[in-house]
């Protein structure tokens, strides 16, 4: 039976719990597995942790030792482990459950410049990174082992996952492709076009496919990202295409109708015909959306929360964390605080809750 969007949009109508006021910038959050912790990947080079068994969400103390922006994490789906990488290339592992941790392992020249993503095998044997330096590397999960690396990109590579049976890799580019790598090999088994997602304009290539979903089946891969207008000061509707897996061709695309929504940062699978996810646009634009599979638009809209870059569900399926930014930052200068000093940006949690 088809689903109505109507009754979709009442299903997903969220409120929100609490709002954990991070004092600095915050690259993305994600809920551990058990669901015992949230973690958030900081631009003050920590990762800050919250108790998340409750709707209190104590904060614990931070894990640390960063020296850039820590611009991804990953949990292990068994272990108590957690991944961090930032932007001077640094690679770490912590036992997230302990109060006070110390890295399991490091290290500190893992890329050469900016690790843009994190992604772990579904049996948890590796771990998988990509950077600015145009390589994809996996490592041993346990103990940061290299493993293999790969060398053959052109572009700058922005969005990684492994495929559902862990046999490979999918990388996204600067310029709209997606490679399907095998693991074993190296070889590159396929391509898929997200070509929508680049524009070459005013000597500057902008878009790029910005993150991925896979549906609990593994039939449908989800790509985000944005369709340019323009460069200089990038602007267009943010899009989302979504892959039929098996013949890796295009089943649905999303655009939102305002060209200051920006990119989609994060993706979610709800259901196999649910999809969520977050984007951020030109300053306070941007939104949370619930879609429906099929459908040109969402069903769902939230424009309240602006400049969202980072959509976590917790694991029992009920709370959402979506990390925005914070309203007035525009970054012109004419926001002060009561001191008359420019009033820098930060990273509110909003912490929402699924009723039904």
């Given at each position: 039976m088809k689903e109505d969007s109507k009754e979709l949009a009442l299903k997903y109508k969220t409120k929100k719990v609490v709002d954990l006021q991070c004092p600095v910038q915050i690259c993305a959050a994600r809920?551990?597995?058990?669901?015992?912790?949230?973690?958030?990947?900081?631009?003050?080079?920590?990762?800050?942790?919250?108790?998340?068994?409750?709707?209190?969400?104590?904060?614990?103390?931070?894990?640390?030792?960063?020296?850039?922006?820590?611009?991804?994490?990953?949990?292990?789906?068994?272990?108590?482990?957690?991944?961090?990488?930032?932007?001077?290339?640094?690679?770490?592992?912590?036992?997230y459950a302990e109060k006070e941790s110390k890295p399991v392992w490091k290290n500190e020249k893992a890329h050469d410049g900016w690790i843009r993503k994190i992604s772990l095998s579904l049996d948890g044997k590796f771990l998988a990174t990509c950077g600015s330096d145009k390589t994809v590397k996996i490592w041993s999960a346990i103990d940061g082992t290299p493993v293999k690396e790969f060398k053959d990109f052109g572009w700058d590579l922005l969005s990684l996952a492994f495929t559902?049976?862990?046999?490979?890799?999918?990388?996204?580019?600067?310029?709209?492709?997606?490679?399907?790598?095998?693991?074993?090999?190296?070889?590159?088994?396929?391509?898929?076009?997200?070509?929508?997602?680049?524009k070459l304009d005013r000597l500057q290539d902008v878009g790029g496919v910005r993150c991925f979903a896979f549906d609990s089946k593994g039939e449908k891969l989800a790509c985000g990202g944005i369709n340019p207008n323009r460069g200089g000061f990038v602007q267009g509707p943010s899009l989302v295409l979504v892959f039929d897996w098996k013949t890796g061709k295009e089943i649905s695309r999303v655009q939102s109708g305002s060209e200051n929504d920006g990119y989609v940062y994060d993706l979610h699978f709800m259901t196999d015909t649910v999809l969520a996810g977050v984007s951020s646009g030109q300053p306070g634009n941007g939104k949370v959306f619930?879609?429906?599979?099929?459908?040109?638009?969402?069903?769902?809209?939230?424009?309240?929360?602006?400049?969202?870059?980072?959509?976590?569900?917790?694991?029992?399926?009920?709370?959402?964390?979506?990390?925005?930014?914070?309203?007035?930052?525009?970054?012109?200068?004419?926001?002060?605080?009561?001191?008359?000093?420019?009033?820098?940006?930060?990273?509110?949690?909003?912490?929402?809750?699924?009723?039904?």
């Open positions: 809920f551990s597995p058990c669901g015992s912790v949230l973690a958030a990947a900081c631009f003050d080079g920590s990762v800050r942790r919250w108790d998340s068994s409750s709707d209190k969400f104590t904060e614990i103390a931070p894990l640390a030792g960063h020296n850039g922006w820590v611009q991804a994490i990953a949990f292990h789906p068994t272990a108590k482990q957690l991944y961090s990488a930032d932007s001077w290339g640094k690679l770490m592992a912590f036992n559902p049976d862990s046999k490979a890799i999918l990388v996204g580019d600067l310029q709209g492709k997606i490679a399907q790598i095998e693991v074993s090999s190296g070889k590159r088994i396929r391509e898929l076009d997200a070509s929508a997602m680049y619930f879609t429906l599979m099929g459908e040109a638009q969402p069903f769902v809209s939230l424009t309240n929360m602006p400049n969202c870059h980072s959509f976590a569900l917790h694991p029992a399926g009920k709370k959402i964390a979506v990390v925005s930014t914070n309203s007035n930052s525009s970054g012109n200068g004419k926001v002060l605080d009561k001191n008359k000093e420019y009033a820098s940006n930060f990273s509110p949690i909003n912490i929402l809750e699924i009723p039904t």
